[in-house]
């Protein structure tokens, strides 16, 4: 498997300065590749080692003792150092029969110079050696790249590019997407084929579970050891590509199948996205039906087709996403990339909320991103037997996730969700709710607001056009905000926490962390400002009311209020 890149202990034995070495134990063990050569006379050497090198010793630091040279052998093994070339003579007379036995367990290589040879010219000799080759892989490696990404722009771009991964590794190549039909290079029996996809089809759905690391790893199936590599971006899993050969797989395959997956995801992405852009072009009807302009149910069928009925059937939640771009000193966001985010963005929405039982519509219009989520299970078309409002959950989690990566962009993204829903005519309706649940984003603070948890909002945000709501909270607070501002007391914020422990002035006085006296005169002044019977029922409810409108007016005063 491409020995031409890789020195063994087995080539550097063929050398001219090894004709006279030895090997005395580990004779399995030839086809292990050395990186590098070092001369290691101690056993405190954890820093030193990377694996995969030849250690060359004469022994000076054990020299007769047994117990400490396989002590110093087992620490090679453990390291995953490739050989033991071991001087016979002044500080080693034999090696001990406790290293021979362990070298062999451990199919470890370990040789001997029974005549003196210089360490510096073994160094000088194979260094050249192992750099060279490496230099050699990278050439090809960047030549097979290369050919990978004018593979990718072609029609059958992925299968193009299995193909060459093949031939370049003569390895089984097997191809798993998560839609589509599998692919194996070359062919095998439909036994065989049944086999590989039971063993790999769990793998791909963990990876699917766990899109954001990307990352290579091996496994062993039967005689065979196993690269598998996830095909995706920008927190998705679109694809598994298996390599299997009965040799252990080099440092080209796995540098080699990295490339070959990249090239792939990026012809899918690309083929993606312009499927994507076409979907948006078909659904420009969504964005009308929103927002009220499309209120005739033929004239909604037609534009739906013939899954109207159905669809029309089942419950919808509309989620509103809206996009805020995080300045940078060093670059500035145009409308065509801000657009390109919006697409990438619909993307991954698009593949969540499948993969959950909705079916989106989606529409984007400038730094706002919908989504009509249809529930498939109200109408008997899944078995996932999660809530609904659980799944939805999920796919927004799943969202935050993406973005807190930075998976599809540096920017702010803040998710507003109405109410349930159905038959499409009522759209706007849900449509409206989620972008009332994004203007409380001031008073809450967090990324994800649903409508059906606003409470008492879902009234106060209807009362803002006008003076309305701005009256209300000038004739119930006005006193305490006017006193705060002259005399920079906390009499707003004492009335919340005194009202939010039901009237207790233990419990008030606890968690505003001031002695009762304190809170006694406080209480004096706000009932000397608001009235002797502020603390009766209906003024209770109606400054409470007062509390959180202050808020929802003016989120930039609501320190006032909080502590």
Not at 364 to 373: E, G, I, R, S, T
Request: hydrophobic fraction near 40%; include cysteine; proline fraction near 3%.
């Amino acid at each position: 498997m491409h020995s031409e890149f890789i020195l063994t202990v087995n080539d550097v034995l063929k050398r001219p300065l090894f004709q006279e070495a030895r090997i005395i134990a580990g004779k399995h063990g030839l086809h292990r590749r050395i990186r590098w050569v070092h001369i290691l006379e101690t056993s405190h050497f954890d820093t030193l080692i990377h694996g995969e090198e030849m250690i060359l010793a004469t022994g000076i630091g054990f020299q007769s003792d047994g117990q400490r040279f396989a002590s110093y052998l087992q620490k090679l093994i453990d390291a995953n150092v490739s050989c033991l070339c071991l001087e016979i003579g002044q500080y080693v007379e034999s090696v001990p029969d406790e290293m021979i036995k362990l070298a062999n367990k451990h199919n470890f290589p370990l040789i001997i110079f029974l005549k003196t040879v210089r360490f510096v010219d073994i160094t000088q000799d194979l260094h050249p050696l192992i750099i060279n080759r490496h230099y050699q892989m990278l050439q090809k490696l960047e030549s097979v790249s290369r050919e990978f990404h004018r593979l990718s722009l072609t029609s059958q771009g992925a299968l193009n590019v299995l193909k060459l991964l093949h031939d370049s590794t003569k390895t089984q190549i097997v191809y798993l997407p998560t839609q589509g039909k599998p692919v194996f290079i070359p062919t095998l029996e439909p036994i065989a084929q049944n086999d590989w996809l039971t063993f790999l089809y769990g793998h791909l759905q963990k990876l699917c579970q766990h899109p954001f690391n990307l990352s290579s790893y091996r496994l062993k199936k039967e005689d065979k050891t196993m690269l598998l590599q996830p095909v995706g971006a920008m927190g998705q899993v679109w694809a598994l590509i298996a390599m299997a050969s009965k040799q252990e797989p080099s440092e080209y395959h796995d540098l080699l199948l990295d490339s070959a997956s990249l090239s792939i995801a990026q012809d899918l992405l690309r083929k993606r996205y312009m499927e994507e852009r076409k979907l948006h072009a078909e659904n420009l009807w969504v964005n009308d039906l929103l927002h009220n302009r499309l209120n005739e149910e033929e004239h909604i069928k037609t534009l739906i087709g013939p899954d109207y009925n159905k669809l029309n059937k089942m419950n919808y939640w509309v989620c509103l996403f809206e996009i805020e771009h995080i300045p940078n000193e060093k670059e500035s966001i145009s409308e065509e990339s801000l657009e390109s985010i919006g697409f990438h963005l619909s993307l991954l929405l698009r593949s969540a909320f499948e993969q959950h039982a909705f079916r989106p519509f989606i529409t984007l219009k400038n730094n706002q991103l919908v989504v009509m989520a249809l529930d498939l299970t109200s109408f008997g078309q899944s078995k996932k037997k999660l809530q609904t409002k659980e799944r939805l959950q999920q796919v927004l989690d799943y969202i935050k996730e993406a973005n807190a990566n930075q998976k599809i962009g540096h920017f702010h993204l803040r998710i507003g969700v109405g109410q349930s829903y159905r038959q499409f005519k009522n759209a706007h309706l849900s449509y409206q709710e989620a972008t009332q649940a994004l203007l409380l984003y001031p008073y809450y603070q967090k990324p994800l607001i649903f409508y059906d948890e606003l409470g008492v909002f879902q009234l106060l945000i209807h009362l803002q056009e006008g003076n309305i709501l701005e009256s209300f909270v000038h004739r119930y607070l006005g006193p305490l905000i006017e006193e705060d501002r002259l005399k920079g007391s906390d009499l707003l914020y004492t009335l919340k926490v005194y009202l939010e422990n039901n009237g207790s002035k233990k419990l008030a006085a606890e968690k505003l962390y001031i002695v009762r006296q304190s809170l006694y005169y406080r209480l004096e002044k706000i009932k000397e400002l608001l009235g002797q019977d502020f603390m009766s029922p209906e003024n209770q409810l109606a400054l409470q009311l007062a509390l959180r409108a202050y808020k929802l007016l003016y989120p930039d005063k609501s320190g006032d209020i909080t502590t």
